[in-house]
């Protein structure tokens, strides 16, 4: 117990006052590394906080609050970790003996680095220091990670924790419409009893010790020899609003650790899927579909297993068959696409998920680009004669802009640092800092989700000029590089009609074999896609 107490006491340590800024802010994203961690352990000690009163700092409080919050709301840990380090920094320049020069040298270091997302907490100062933060929480200017930080603080300042579930209600109320959704996995922590809370399970008393999605851990009285056992949620009765002493509880869960350990059960915080590997139910099913002879119907039942594939399937099809008739059943789909559109229609879908399954400010830009790329390279493909489908087209570019939703300097950054000056580079097509080149992440992501060598070899092509490609790859490469470098024209570049009568799009237009007319066809069936979202 006493480890964990002082544990928590030290988290908000500001590191020494002969620091120069460069190594304060690494000292800042350190220290938020270490909350995250401790969070992404133990949930229910930040829970716990919510509504036990304790003896820890408030900005502490906040801190354990915003990590809690913000892994509940799916965002990127990566940018949890520079937004938990933004509130330290400005828990720093508020210190009220603290020389105005630091301010202006943190702002300095700040801009110069892109690190806009720091800004925009510190800016929050007036806000968090007020006795009425409610109030500044319904601005229509807020960000999602500003009303997150002063969502934290509203309940970290909370005089009467008691009351923390009427004060969420409050405060939702007063969240613009626009944000509200992404508030919604928070109720899970305020409809049901929070670790620490005096409890019944099943009829009997007991305190609430940990929690998962659908189950918690109870101490209680039991005629058997153990310390408490997971119990369902649905059995847990919360009648009065009572609660152990914080030093109580944590000594109680220090000393339920092992009987608290279960392999089974959701966990508390959402879960994150490697996106280096493909799914395991993936995996059987790109098995199947690689036998010589494909059972349909074996195929159909491994299908069925995953309800995400099966939802998928079922509603593309709908959607695809030219009369738009209701497809009830994965053997009618399956046929309605054959079998190697099917898998890589599955593969993408998976891929997709796993690249969107956490939030960053750029989030909807890059899943906009994604998605208008690989509508692109799809079309080009049913015009054109290539070793492509529609599919495995889309399939291979969704791979070429994965960078996107993996490089570190792309999940802090609130404006799309887009070249315009290289139209149709991929490796170049944004100004981001990374130790290996943006194909070579995607290629490698490609073998890892066990693409053929075929599109494997078309995405390392697309680092050359077309005309340099060897001819067995060089129409689907020339599909890849031209559809990139529309998608990135139509959403970026102010005058797309005169890029397109560059040189270097003449050329892969002649490669292809395509008229200037069926680029500005392309260009009409994907008008849906031709916006540019917000940032949150």
Sequence with gaps: MTNIISTLERLVNQGDASLSVEQRINHWLKNAKRILTLVNANPAIAASTLHIDNSLPSETQQLLHLALFGKLCRLNDHYLQHLLAS????????????????????????????LSIWIDTIKLQKALRSEKKANYIADIRLSLAQRLCLFSSIFATNVKKENYGPLFSQIVCRLPAHHRHYFSP????????????????NGVPGALVDIQQNHGFVFMLSDEDDDGKWVSVSSISFPSSLTLSFDHYIALYTDTATARINRGGTPFLPFTFAIQHPPKALLTIIDELQKRDVDISELCDKIELVPTFNHFLLHTASQDNRLQLPVKSIKQAVLTYGIERVGDMLVQFALLERLTQNQFPLMAMCKQITLLACSFASHFAQIVESKFTPQSAALT??????????????????T????????VSINSAFKVKSDTPWLAIATELAGSWHQSSTWRAAIHQCGKPSSEVPNSLRKEQTILVLSFALAKMCLFNRDMFSALQSIDIKSMLNILKIRHDDVLDALDTNTVLLFCPLAL
């Excluded at 928070?186 to 399970?201: C, D, H, I, N, Q």
């Excluded at 799309?416 to 139209?423: S, T």
Aim: proline residues 9%; glycine residues 2%; contains cysteine.
């Design 87 to 114: 509130l330290l920094a400005t828990f720093w320049l508020a210190e009220s003996d603290a020389p105005r020069d630091n301010t202006v040298n943190v702002i300095r270091f700040l801009r110069k680095h892109n």
């Design 186 to 201: 928070l109720t899970t922590l305020f409809e049901r009893p929070l670790p620490g809370a005096k409890v019944y399970a």
């Design 397 to 414: 570019m969704t791979f070429v802009c994965s960078p996107l939703f993996t490089l570190p300097g792309l999940k802090i950054s609130q």
């Design 416 to 423: 799309l640092p887009v070249d315009h000056a290289k139209i």
